[in-house]
């Protein structure tokens, strides 16, 4: 069984440029997480999806981010005119649906280096 | 979700017992202390969970005490790869409710 799959594991943007970061969750996973970490940080919740619905975006900037997990294909967190301080690593996480008492699993992460 | 405190470091020779101590003073009937950890920059591992039973799994074993304050995650044979940062959460148990990563306690296992 797969585990969380992140793709591209390491991106390079110039300042202004577009990223996209896709995540594919495990093997009968509805839900999806998205955290960031900056360096030398822990993780900082970002956003959390199901299929075609966000559920909960209260760690996301409210300028210049969104994400999506539509409902064929993995779950995408875009980032337009990126600047420096956006630099960090991307994590994605899956749960199964319809349990609390639950794990997260994490994916590798991408990560994005703003130049 | 209710704050966890956690040493910043701690070492542990090769081949001995970790104990990784977390204090949760606030935390609520509902919530549940959890355990990952992150490897070197990799994405967080989950190690384990549990309510108020005592709970062990082939990775850990996790000791909550009676009034529920505190918590140790035990390694019991650590070795060079269980170098990592650990991570003690405290969570109530909702679906889709997220994971709080705090600054978590730098294992380093000691050859």
């Known amino acids: 069984n797969a585990g969380v799959m992140q793709n591209p594991r390491h991106l390079v943007r110039r300042r202004g440029q577009e990223a996209r970061l896709r995540c594919s969750p495990m093997?009968?996973?509805?839900?999806v997480y998205w955290y960031r970490q900056l360096p030398e940080e822990g993780l900082k919740f970002m956003v959390y999806?199901?299929?075609?619905?966000?559920?909960?975006e209260s760690g996301m900037p409210k300028e210049r981010f969104s994400a999506e997990f539509p409902k064929e294909g993995p779950s995408i967190l875009r980032i337009q005119q990126v600047v420096r301080g956006d630099s960090a690593a991307y994590f994605c996480?899956?749960?199964?649906?319809?349990?609390?008492?639950?794990?997260?699993?994490f994916g590798p992460g991408t990560r994005l280096t703003v130049t | 979700d209710a704050k966890t405190t956690q040493p910043p470091s701690m070492d542990c020779a090769e081949g001995r017992a970790a104990n990784l101590p977390c204090n949760h003073s606030t935390i609520s009937g509902n919530e549940y202390v959890y355990w990952y950890r992150q490897i070197h920059s990799q994405g967080p591992q989950y190690i384990i969970h549990?309510?108020?039973n005592n709970e062990t799994n082939e990775m850990a074993s996790l000791i909550i005490t009676e009034d529920r304050k505190s918590s140790t995650l035990i390694l019991p044979h650590a070795t060079l790869r269980d170098t990592a940062v650990y991570y003690c959460i405290v969570r109530v148990a909702r679906t889709g409710n997220q994971f709080y990563f705090g600054t978590g306690t730098s294992l380093t296992v000691i050859p």
């Open positions: 093997k009968g996973h509805s839900h």
């Open positions: 996480a899956s749960s199964q649906q319809g349990t609390g008492d639950y794990e997260q699993y």
């Open positions: 999806l199901q299929k075609e619905n966000i559920i909960d």
């Open positions: 549990g309510l108020k």
